[in-house]
Nanobody
Framework: QLVESGGGLVQAGGSLRLSCAVS????????MGWFRQAPAKEREFVAS????????FYAGSVKGRFTISRDNAKNTVFLQMSSLKPEDTAVYYC???????????????WGQGTLVTVSS
């Protein structure tokens, strides 16, 4: 089970930190990813992190503004979002995979999503 939290309403230029708590899986062996889906758009890759945290990947649209991290002792992955823009408004999903991917088809487990709204 993956449960996201931390979404909400924030003004442009502000920051939010999303969390995803994982249970029922061997978290420390899983790569984790964040995806988002804006209204009337397809879900897109945001960021991913290897099981050890040693490798991370970001979509070009968030690179330099978002940071993905994980705490294997707490079975939690985070997405620190800064310099938020209205176009970052979306439902954000965390997902787990056996390896480090950008493509969502390789992710086996998904959370229910948390809504982030960035006002201008």
């Amino acid at each position: 089970q993956l449960v996201e939290s931390g979404g909400g309403l924030v003004q442009a230029g502000g920051s939010l930190r999303l969390s995803c708590a994982v249970s029922g899986h061997t978290f420390s062996t899983l790569a984790m990813g964040w995806f988002r889906q804006a209204p009337a758009k397809e879900r897109e890759f945001v960021a991913s992190i290897s099981w050890s945290g040693g490798a991370t990947f970001y979509a070009g649209s968030v690179k330099g503004r978002f940071t993905i991290s994980r705490d294997n002792a707490k079975n939690t992955v985070f997405l620190q979002m800064s310099s938020l823009k209205p176009e970052d408004t979306a439902v954000y999903y965390c997902a787990a995979a056996r390896d480090l991917w950008e493509q969502e088809r390789y992710y086996d487990y998904w959370g229910q999503g948390t809504l982030v709204t960035v006002s201008s």
